[in-house]
């Protein structure tokens, strides 16, 4: 009834596979976009995939891949040094390889009868990722979708932790507390958005998130935690989470962790660090202290899918004590029966938000098999090395102004056209739109204290001095055609 060439079913179909394979390269390297982005906008791109999703006959190979070329034709080029806006990096070839592999075995990182060298191989990168940040034995980790599913799991625990320990409540079966109002998250105001919407999602509202002031770095500052747990306390309300940022996404800074854990031990909260992005900095020994006080984590996010360079999407969640991972589980005897792990078969079900989840741990086992250490330290020196040269030369020419130094590798700058405030606003806005629309630039925009920013996110370690260099003269031609046009 069916073709088995449509089907991975083992070795009668690799030829099938390799073949594809190989036209489906050729496509993607006659196609790949030669600049950051082709240009466009969704209007300008939707009519090519007019086309049905679905036709009732197969169509034949060159016909796919002729519309196959126009996706590929208009995506972002990540590898592209112009191609600077979000944490968004080109990706290792040893992930790419991994990624077929991935697939091809579509292993289910539930239960271990369904992936048992995978379920191994994630255990060892959990145990080597718990030690690389300093958690102790107790520690454990599992991988996740992304940051946001992270910094979720991170406040989960928390929530129901404190309930249990405050109130002798137990959340997962009582639900919220009665008296869940109370239950204050407290957060720098330069903080991932996903804690906001980890509030939400936990029926603790976006009133239970209170912002703290930031230093003149855009850290976290210390005394101004202390005045808003002072008021919390104050109001009769409950601190019992503080989030602090390893990284943030506008300037790479890093909230001062062992002074906000000295903080949390203090008033009895739970630590998480979101280090989605500065993370990456414990795999370079010349700037893993930035990260000091790591190490006294409740939980911790680190993303791979940025600054580790790994394909979207590839991520890990890190608890101090593995047994808060007892506050989610749940047991079905068609998957993960109570007497597994007696019995040595440990379900990583058990461990995560997710049931189904990919084998995403082979990415990054495979990256450093193959990268080692020494390397991967160098490309992490590298970006950060670039956002030094790129805030220097930002400073050093009168047509910028530079709002920070780099706290990792994001710079963010404005153009000043020497005009009215509200002018330089709009061409501050503008201009990433003009160089996008063109497809000369994809370049970061962010607003600071109301006032239009740019900003350029280096990430990838293959990028050149003279290529910031060239980037901030194609921002000013920009900013020069526009101009006459707005002023």
């Not at 109130?167 to 998250?185: E, S």
Request: hydrophobic fraction near 45%.
């Amino acid at each position: 009834m069916f073709e088995t060439d449509f089907f991975s079913d083992g070795e009668p179909s690799l030829a099938r596979w390799r073949n594809l394979t190989a036209t489906v390269m050729t496509t993607l390297e006659r196609s790949l976009p030669r600049g950051p982005y082709a240009g466009g906008t969704a209007d300008d791109i939707a009519p090519r995939f007019a086309g049905p999703v679905l036709p009732d006959q197969a169509r034949t190979d060159a016909e796919v891949m002729v519309e196959l070329a126009d996706i590929v034709g208009h995506a972002v080029a990540v590898w592209n040094p112009h191609t600077a806006a979000h944490l968004h990096c080109p990706v290792l070839l040893p992930a790419l390889a991994a990624e077929q592999v991935i697939s091809a075995l579509n292993q289910s990182m539930d239960s271990f009868d369904q992936a048992p060298s995978a379920t191994l191989l994630e255990l060892k990168m959990a145990a080597f990722l718990c030690r690389l940040a300093g958690l102790p034995d107790s520690a454990a980790a599992t991988f996740t979708s992304g940051g946001t599913q992270c910094n979720y799991m991170g406040l989960l625990l928390a929530r129901d932790t404190f309930a249990q320990r405050h109130w002798n409540h137990c959340t997962r079966q009582q639900g919220l507390p009665p008296a869940f109002r109370q239950l204050k998250i407290l957060c720098s105001r330069f903080a991932h958005f996903s804690v906001e919407k980890s509030a939400l999602q936990l029926g603790l509202g976006a009133d239970s998130v209170v912002l703290v002031d930031t230093d003149a770095e855009h850290r976290l500052d210390p005394l101004a935690l202390d005045a808003a747990l002072a008021r919390i306390a104050a109001e009769g309300n409950l601190a019992f989470a503080i989030v602090a940022t390893a990284g943030t996404t506008d300037f790479g800074a890093i909230d001062p962790l062992a002074a906000i854990a000295d903080r949390a031990k203090r008033v009895g909260a739970w630590l998480h660090v979101d280090a989605a992005y500065g993370g990456a900095l414990l795999m370079s020994p010349s700037q893993r202290q930035k990260l000091s006080g790591l190490e006294r984590a409740d939980s911790i996010t680190i993303d791979f899918h940025k600054a580790f360079f790994q394909p979207v999407s590839c991520s890990a969640f890190l608890v101090a004590d593995r047994a808060h991972f007892d506050l989610i589980r749940v047991n079905a005897d068609y998957l993960n029966p109570d007497d597994h792990e007696s019995e040595g078969f440990p379900d990583l079900v058990n461990w995560s938000l997710q049931t189904t989840k990919r084998f995403d741990a082979l990415k990054l086992w495979l990256s450093f098999q193959m990268v080692g250490a020494e390397r991967f330290a160098a490309m992490i020196d590298a970006i950060s090395g670039l956002a030094e040269g790129m805030a220097n030369r930002i400073a050093a020419d009168r047509r910028f102004e530079l709002l920070h130094r780099p706290g990792f590798s994001a710079v963010v700058f404005r153009w000043c056209s020497g005009g009215p405030a509200e002018l330089d606003n709009r061409l501050n806005e503008a201009i990433p739109k003009q160089l996008f629309r063109d497809g000369k630039a994809v370049l970061g925009h962010t607003r600071i204290d109301g006032r239009a920013c740019l900003k350029v996110t280096l990430i990838n370690p293959l990028s050149s001095d003279r290529d910031l260099a060239a980037l901030l003269e194609t921002i000013a031609d920009s900013a020069a055609a526009i101009s006459p046009h707005l002023a």
